[in-house]
């Protein structure tokens, strides 16, 4: 897998594909640039997503559709996801529909991603998010061109719009 580039719609609506994404799947691929679509509409995987799945990927620079449709996977995004994904600039749909997601949003989720350009969608219908829109979420993002929809249905987030939230992103 040293030579991988690209794990575009991988397992795209893979319906049959059942359990847990394994934390280790990806760490022999250092030089794949896109996960765009990789587990598109798998709605049989269940389980937490890994912290480390994509931690020895650094080159990575669209998570684009990635868990989109994955209605099976439950518990809260892991706030140390995307810490090793520095060149990221796009996390389109990353967790769209993703409803049996829970818990709240890191405040560092996206902080050693300053290059990401667009937000768009990101978290659309995941309405099993909860707490509030953390302070500070997009204030390494000073790239950040389209935030459409970002929000979208996610109808159990609470609390107040934090203030600045977007002052960070200087395009």
């Known amino acids: 897998c040293t030579n991988v580039?690209?794990?575009y719609n991988t397992f795209y609506d893979c319906n049959g594909l059942e359990g847990n994404i394994p934390e280790k799947l990806f760490d022999n691929c250092p030089k794949v640039t896109t996960f765009n679509g990789t587990f598109y509409a798998c709605r049989r995987l269940t389980g937490n997503i890994p912290e480390g799945l994509f931690s020895n990927c650094p080159n990575v620079n669209d998570?684009?559709?990635v868990f989109m449709g994955c209605i099976?996977?439950?518990?809260?995004?892991p706030e140390k996801l995307f810490s090793n994904n520095t060149e990221v600039k796009y996390f389109k749909r990353t967790f769209d529909s993703c409803n049996g997601l829970t818990g709240e949003i890191s405040k560092t989720l996206f902080s050693n991603c300053p290059k990401v350009v667009s937000f768009y969608y990101t978290f659309n219908n995941c309405y099993n998010l909860t707490?509030?829109?953390?302070e500070g979420?997009?204030?390494?993002?000073?790239?950040?061109e389209d935030f459409s929809y970002t929000f979208n249905g996610c109808y159990r987030l609470t609390g107040n719009i934090p203030e600045g939230l977007f002052d960070k992103c200087l395009k």
């Open 63 to 65: 998570f684009s559709h």
């Open 72 to 77: 099976g996977l439950t518990g809260s995004i």
């Open 5 to 7: 580039i690209t794990f």
């Open 137 to 144: 979420l997009f204030n390494n993002n000073i790239e950040v």
């Open 131 to 134: 707490g509030g829109i953390p």
